[in-house]
């Protein structure tokens, strides 16, 4: 289940915010007006968008849409519940048999592990449903990179925008010294394209692009930890075996939080 990854708003707000303080600090609000410049934010977002229409094909460009909301959601799933799903699987396939893992899965929400679990009771080769199933990781891994490439070409194109705004501006101004109230708006333009093509950058298509990646490795870390599990589960293994296999992949603050939560239910026991 996706839920809202609160983090990508809070670092966009903040990001904005502290420019925004950086400027009204200095000089105002009545000086704040002078860092807006449409002509300038134009140049930069219509350049870029032209570049990456060039870039990409109109399929590609499509999916930017779900990039950019891909980037403010994250998964539920986490290890500590995943590994308890197939200790319960294993536990219940060794008591009823593979068949009765169907109605098992009617409490899982993860389609991944519905269809290697579907494979598994099958009769399906541990080896070729491995196969399917690490098909399937690539196969996901090569569309987020795809969006993931949009986003870093953005934020290549965004500040090579702003610098030709910035040549653009010059040039207006050069060729209008005679009339100094030309000289502002110009320089504007010259000034401004540049900062939004690097505010761009390294604020909003950068960091998203990284956090897509960040976001791939995650889930293609658990991907593979329920192809371990799946085969697990098919084999027969012991419910305590898979779970100390499977439980080999928690971080320590996992495992300390895990060994908490397991102090506690005795404690509960005892009472």
């Known amino acids: 289940m996706k839920k809202l990854d609160m983090l990508t708003p809070i670092g966009l707000v903040l990001g904005f915010a502290m420019i925004a303080f950086g400027i009204l600090s200095n000089s105002g609000f009545a000086g704040a007006a002078s860092f807006l410049d449409p002509a300038s934010l134009f140049i930069v977002l219509g350049g870029t968008t032209g570049a990456l229409f060039i870039t990409f094909n109109l399929k590609e460009m499509k999916l930017m849409p779900k990039v950019l909301k891909a980037t403010f959601s994250r998964e539920e799933t986490e290890l500590p519940a995943l590994i308890e799903t197939f200790v319960r699987l294993s536990d219940r396939a060794r008591r009823e048999g593979l068949l009765a893992l169907e ?47 949009i986003l870093e070409k953005a934020g290549e194109y965004a500040p090579a925008w702003g610098m030709i705004g910035t040549l653009i501006g010059l040039v207006l101004m050069l060729n209008n010294l005679n009339d100094p ?7 504007a333009i010259a000034i401004l ?5 690097s505010l761009l950058a390294n604020l909003v298509f950068l960091p998203m692009a990284n956090k897509l990646g960040n976001k791939t ?29 499977l439980s080999a992949f928690l971080t320590a603050q996992d495992r300390e939080k895990e060994e908490v939560e397991v102090m506690e239910g005795m404690e509960e026991t005892v009472r």
């Open 103 to 149: 109605a098992e899965l009617e409490d899982v929400e993860d389609d991944f592990i519905k269809k290697g679990i579907l494979l598994a009771v099958d009769g399906v080769d541990p080896e070729v449903i491995h196969d399917i199933m690490n098909a399937e990781i690539s196969a996901m891994e090569e569309r987020h990179l795809k969006g993931k490439n």
């Open 181 to 187: 109230t030309t000289l502002g708006p110009n320089m």
């Open 193 to 197: 394209t540049t900062l939004y093509g």
């Open 217 to 245: 490795e995650k889930e293609v870390f658990m991907k593979q930890i329920i192809i371990e599990g799946v085969i697990g589960v098919q084999s027969g293994q012991n419910p305590k075996i898979l779970e100390e296999k």
